[in-house]
């Protein structure tokens, strides 16, 4: 069987590698040669396959996210959409919310004073929770938290 001659001029390493002698020539057979070049070429096509396996993960991991992105803020915006449509108030409860939060201002309009003079509330008689007198006590705060206790 014929081996395959493999040559190699060192020149100035030489005497480094092969000090006892004076040419570096060896010969390998073919079997062992073509075995080598099968095992090279097999490592060089598995490197190449996990490179590109690395490159399309990267990549899907990439669009994965930007997809999350958009659907968040999709869901933000459906959400938010939501609530501007159903909890809303009208206009009148939109005009009592911003009457309570001024600061500094007297109930002049008759509407308004029937809903902040907690002395002109008609209680109905048949209302079986708690009677409260204000400013409030301990034993008006207790009846309160027993009645919510009740569930009255």
């Not at 030489?14 to 040419?23: A, G, M």
């Not at 449509?85 to 600061?103: C, G, K, Q, V, Y």
């Not at 029937?114 to 007198?133: A, C, D, T």
Request: net charge positive.
């Amino acid at each position: 069987m014929p081996g395959i001659v493999v040559r190699a001029q060192f020149s100035e390493l030489q005497s480094v590698f092969f000090p006892c002698q004076h040419s570096a020539s060896f010969s390998v057979p073919a079997a062992t040669a073509m075995r080598a070049a099968l095992l090279i070429q097999r490592w060089y096509r598995q490197y190449v396959a996990r490179l590109e396996m690395r490159r399309r993960c990267t990549w899907n991991i990439f669009q994965s996210m930007e997809y999350a992105g958009e659907q968040n803020q999709i869901k933000l915006y459906k959400f938010f959409s939501y609530l501007m449509d159903h909890f809303t108030p009208a206009s009148s409860e939109r005009n009592l919310i911003a009457h309570i939060f001024r600061e500094n201002e007297v109930c002049r309009d008759a509407e308004w004073e029937r809903y902040f003079n907690y002395k002109n509330i008609e209680v109905p008689e048949f209302y079986s929770g708690p009677h409260l007198n204000f400013p409030l006590t301990a034993t008006n705060a207790t009846e309160l938290v027993e009645a919510f206790r009740t569930k009255q």
